[in-house]
């Protein structure tokens, strides 16, 4: 028989439980990737170049092992079930999608292929988490809203082992293949991750050896520090599952495999209620006094193009321009600035991040915006407002982060680094604060109060 493979988080060969069920008995697999339109148009540029560079990375270890990937423009539910009469396939086979448009985009498929030919199914094996989300569930049966319960539930339901598949042993198959697109012109400055499953693996072996450091490490954006594997598990160059074999029992092993759970527990969450993707679980927060028309353009222009004159802030948001990429800290520090000093709904700042992020993900982060600005489940609560200043002393005491990508600030030495303005001469080129943090602070916190009246 044959069977159809459609890829779509899942971008690797190895540790690839759809692709054991797609080659079983001998089958002759076909990999195919749509370029669905519905799924690129949010994209940004960066994010679009790294996923055109991760097929080709496929393409090539497919053609290692006597195979092709079989690319095609189109809606999925023209696609697969074309792809699938062509090549006379017995089955599409793919890696469950939760997501909230994964999910309907499935079911549009499946009727799809059902109304071409009813004994030809698609089925799901396997998802790009450890547990499914779904299978941890609290007593009643709900899911959990809270990150602590969800995470011991998690850990006691435990995960299998990687899922053995070889492609060495698969009968791969082709079909006719549209030439993947040209990369924006755009992105060609931005410095991507090497993509491919090769490099995800070199890349997390490094991680693993500095392991250890990862406690201390994780919370300073000046020291590469974390692992850099979220751009990898977004696109499913590598398993989750891959990573959390190779961990033990120290201290690294325990802080990372918390980490790791964060990703399972949101989309959790997003499977259980795909409206909190966009809806305020505190909707009244949403009655905040958020800025609108002019203010609310030039408020939203400084900070995506990080020259709000704060300088954590200007550092994080330049990062994600130059990388695709910003340290965990630091989007934590200049999201709570967008909401809680610029008054900007955090929508707009999920948006931006979204477009421009590598590892861009709907659960992760809209999920971590509400939780930052005080309105998704689990959410810090509003009144903890980051002090930008002293947040920039405490992760980056050494002013490195904000030196290395905030070019004004270069060469001021010593800790006036985080608050220039407090220097008898405001570096040349770099701008004055935007607004007053402990003026909108106040600002904040009584509308905050006043709203809970
Ligand atoms: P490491 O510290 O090495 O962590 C290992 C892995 O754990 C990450 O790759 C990621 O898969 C997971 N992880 C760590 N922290 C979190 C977290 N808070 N929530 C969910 N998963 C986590 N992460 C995304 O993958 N996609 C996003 O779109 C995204 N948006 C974010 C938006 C905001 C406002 C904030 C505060 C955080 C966001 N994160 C997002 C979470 C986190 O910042 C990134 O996962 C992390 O910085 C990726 O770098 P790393 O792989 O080196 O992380």
Same mark, same amino acid.
């Given at each position: 028989?044959?069977?159809?493979?459609? @890829?779509?988080? =899942? %971008?690797? %060969?190895? +540790?690839?439980?759809?692709?054991?069920?797609?080659?079983?008995?001998?089958?002759? *697999?076909v990999?195919?990737?749509? $370029?669905?339109?519905?799924? $690129?148009k949010?994209?940004?540029?960066?994010?679009?170049?790294?996923? @055109?560079?991760? %097929?080709?990375?496929? /393409? /090539?270890?497919?053609?290692?092992?006597?195979?092709? @990937?079989?690319?095609?423009?189109?809606?999925?539910?023209?696609?697969?079930?074309?792809?699938?009469?062509?090549?006379?396939a017995?089955?599409?086979?793919?890696?469950e999608?939760? &997501?909230?448009?994964?999910r309907?985009?499935?079911?549009?498929?499946?009727?799809? @292929?059902?109304?071409? +030919?009813?004994s030809?199914?698609?089925?799901a094996?396997?998802?790009?988490?450890?547990?499914?989300?779904?299978?941890?569930?609290?007593?009643s049966?709900?899911?959990?809203?809270?990150?602590?319960?969800?995470?011991?539930? #998690?850990?006691?339901?435990?995960?299998?082992?990687?899922?053995?598949? +070889?492609?060495?042993?698969?009968?791969w198959?082709?079909?006719?293949? =549209?030439?993947?697109?040209?990369?924006?012109?755009?992105?060609?400055?931005?410095?991507?991750?090497?993509?491919?499953?090769?490099?995800?693996?070199?890349?997390?072996?490094?991680?693993? /050896?500095?392991?250890?450091?990862y406690?201390? =490490?994780?919370e300073?954006? &000046?020291?590469? &520090?974390?692992?850099?594997?979220?751009?990898? $598990?977004?696109?499913?160059?590598?398993?989750?599952?891959?990573? %959390?074999?190779?961990?033990?029992h /120290?201290?690294g092993?325990?802080?990372?495999?918390r980490?790791?759970?964060?990703?399972?527990?949101?989309?959790?969450?997003?499977?259980?209620?795909?409206?909190?993707?966009r809806?305020y679980?505190?909707?009244?927060?949403?009655?905040?006094?958020?800025?609108?028309?002019?203010? $609310?353009?030039?408020?939203?222009?400084?900070?995506?193009?990080?020259?709000?004159?704060?300088?954590?802030?200007?550092?994080?948001?330049?990062?994600?321009?130059?990388? &695709?990429?910003?340290? !965990?800290?630091?989007?934590?520090?200049?999201?709570?600035?967008?909401?809680?000093d610029?008054? *900007?709904? #955090?929508?707009?700042?999920?948006?931006?991040?979204?477009?421009?992020l590598?590892?861009?993900?709907?659960?992760? !982060?809209?999920?971590?915006?509400?939780?930052?600005?005080?309105?998704?489940?689990?959410?810090?609560?509003?009144?903890?407002?980051?002090?930008?200043?002293?947040?920039?002393?405490?992760?980056?005491?050494?002013g490195a982060? *904000?030196?290395? #990508?905030?070019?004004?600030?270069? +060469?001021?030495?010593?800790?006036?680094v985080?608050?220039?303005?407090?220097?008898?001469?405001?570096?040349?080129?770099?701008?004055?604060?935007?607004?007053d943090?402990?003026?909108?602070?106040?600002?904040?916190?009584?509308a905050?109060?006043?709203?809970?009246?």
């Amino acid at each position: 028989p044959t069977t159809v493979l459609w @890829l779509r988080r =899942d %971008l690797r %060969l190895h +540790d690839h439980p759809a692709l054991v069920e797609a080659a079983r008995d001998g089958a002759e *697999v076909v990999p195919l990737f749509v $370029l669905d339109p519905g799924l $690129l148009k949010p994209s940004g540029p960066a994010r679009t170049a790294f996923l @055109l560079r991760s %097929l080709r990375a496929l /393409d /090539d270890d497919l053609r290692a092992h006597g195979g092709r @990937l079989v690319v095609r423009h189109g809606r999925p539910e023209d696609v697969v079930p074309a792809v699938a009469g062509e090549v006379g396939a017995a089955a599409a086979h793919v890696s469950e999608d939760f &997501g909230p448009y994964g999910r309907v985009r499935d079911e549009r498929v499946c009727a799809a @292929l059902a109304a071409q +030919d009813p004994s030809v199914p698609m089925v799901a094996t396997g998802s790009p988490y450890a547990v499914a989300p779904g299978r941890v569930t609290t007593k009643s049966g709900g899911h959990y809203q809270v990150f602590g319960p969800f995470y011991r539930a #998690w850990t006691e339901h435990g995960w299998r082992a990687p899922a053995d598949s +070889d492609p060495s042993t698969v009968a791969w198959r082709t079909a006719r293949s =549209d030439d993947l697109p040209d990369e924006p012109a755009s992105a060609r400055d931005v410095r991507l991750p090497e993509p491919g499953e090769e490099a995800a693996h070199a890349a997390w072996h490094a991680f693993r /050896d500095r392991i250890a450091d990862y406690p201390a =490490d994780r919370e300073r954006p &000046g020291v590469d &520090g974390t692992s850099r594997m979220s751009a990898y $598990l977004k696109l499913g160059t590598v398993h989750v599952r891959t990573l %959390l074999a190779d961990l033990g029992h /120290d201290d690294g092993s325990d802080t990372f495999r918390r980490e790791l759970a964060w990703r399972e527990f949101y989309a959790a969450v997003l499977a259980a209620r795909p409206e909190s993707a966009r809806d305020y679980l505190h909707p009244q927060l949403e009655a905040m006094p958020y800025a609108t028309g002019r203010t $609310l353009e030039k408020r939203l222009q400084a900070w995506e193009r990080g020259e709000t004159g704060y300088p954590i802030v200007d550092a994080g948001m330049r990062q994600l321009l130059a990388e &695709g990429w910003m340290h !965990n800290r630091v989007r934590m520090i200049v999201a709570s600035f967008l909401v809680k000093d610029l008054h *900007v709904e #955090w929508t707009h700042g999920a948006r931006h991040f979204m477009r421009h992020l590598v590892d861009g993900d709907l659960a992760s !982060n809209q999920h971590n915006w509400q939780w930052v600005a005080g309105c998704g489940t689990d959410a810090a609560p509003f009144f903890r407002i980051f002090n930008p200043t002293t947040q920039g002393r405490k992760f980056d005491p050494e002013g490195a982060y *904000v030196r290395r #990508w905030v070019r004004e600030l270069a +060469d001021v030495e010593g800790r006036h680094v985080h608050d220039p303005w407090e220097l008898p001469e405001q570096p040349e080129g770099y701008p004055e604060p935007i607004v007053d943090h402990a003026t909108e602070r106040a600002a904040s916190l009584t509308a905050y109060e006043a709203l809970r009246r």
